[in-house]
């Protein structure tokens, strides 16, 4: 089970900052490998590269480091699972054992270890997030302590694990532009039958003040998707002639990244017709010649 699964949950009981986790050591007493992992996500949950650095081992901390900026916070991200910086908290469970909770502006995260099964110089720390999921990070001693070795059962490559998330990420925002135009499909669609012809603009579809629904703001969207953008990916939307010779009128709506390579590499067609059509356009749109997604894509 990788930390993609770990879900961020409200914040549910009172806490005790958390300053330094190696306080769980006693005083002349080598620091637990559970204390070293506390740090990791602690360091994750602040955002604080060079401190997240000092827990991993030192071939994984240089090549950490050596990450653009924008990896970096990604990477700590993926193990805080916030959306930015935050505050670390720490408390003890019912079993004695350490609670890390991290709370960011998208919610927070709760973290329960488990007993570290320590054997010489490797311990593994079963960890469960509040929704259930869990994993066990693997810790190593190294230059006299412990320092983070693994995830799950794949040792901790830190440039292979950045690639692998930013491909993940890359897929999510793919698979999201695509359901996101299918909503914006079905939004018109509903639009039309209310009023009896197309919008001018995606903005016609945004919300309305209670008792205030018109042509002009038809409550079918929400206010981002009204105004074009959600997810990593600009829309945009035409209305075209349904067929050649015809006068009925019908629609397009194109799909491509705000950061191309970032937020996604494939643009996306709705054509007049309804099916979506993909290709890598390197940012631009794309077009009716494209491949067609399969209708269960």
């Not at 030192?58 to 699972?81: C, D, G, K, T, Y």
């Not at 990070?137 to 692998?164: A, C, H, I, T, Y």
């Not at 390579?261 to 290709?279: E, M, Q, V, W």
């Amino acid at each position: 089970m990788t930390l993609r699964a770990f879900v961020p949950i409200a914040i549910a009981a009172l806490l005790l900052p958390l300053c330094g986790a190696r306080a769980l050591a006693q005083e002349n007493q080598p620091s637990p490998p559970s204390a070293a992992l506390i740090d990791v996500l602690s360091a994750a949950c602040r955002g604080d590269a060079q401190e997240f650095a000092n827990d991993l081992t030192q071939e994984s901390s240089a090549a950490f480091l050596a990450l653009p900026v924008n990896e970096r916070s990604a990477f700590m991200e993926r193990f805080s699972l916030g959306d930015g910086p935050g505050h670390p908290l720490l408390s003890t469970s019912n079993a004695n054992q350490p609670v890390v909770r991290c709370t960011t502006p998208g919610g927070t995260a709760e973290f329960r270890f488990g007993a570290p099964r320590t054997h010489e110089n490797l311990s593994f720390i079963p960890v469960t997030v509040v929704d259930g999921q869990s994993t066990t990070f693997g810790m190593v001693r190294e230059n006299g302590g412990w320092r983070l070795l693994s995830l799950g059962l794949v040792l901790l490559d830190v440039p292979q694990l950045s690639k692998q998330w930013a491909e993940d990420a890359l897929a999510q925002g793919e698979a999201a532009a695509i359901s996101n135009l299918q909503t914006l499909a079905e939004a018109i669609d509903k639009y039309r039958q209310a009023y009896g012809n197309l919008p001018d603009s995606l903005a016609q579809l945004g919300p309305a003040p209670p008792g205030e629904i018109s042509p002009d703001q038809a409550s079918l969207l929400d206010k981002q998707l009204a105004a074009g953008s959600e997810q990593g990916y600009e829309f945009r939307y035409r209305v075209v002639t349904a067929a050649q010779g015809s006068e009925a009128t019908a629609f397009e709506i194109s799909a491509v990244p705000q950061e191309y390579g970032k937020t996604g590499r494939k643009s996306f067609l709705l054509d007049a017709n309804g099916k979506i059509h993909a290709a890598d356009r390197h940012g631009e749109i794309a077009t009716t010649d494209d491949p067609v997604i399969p209708a269960s894509s």
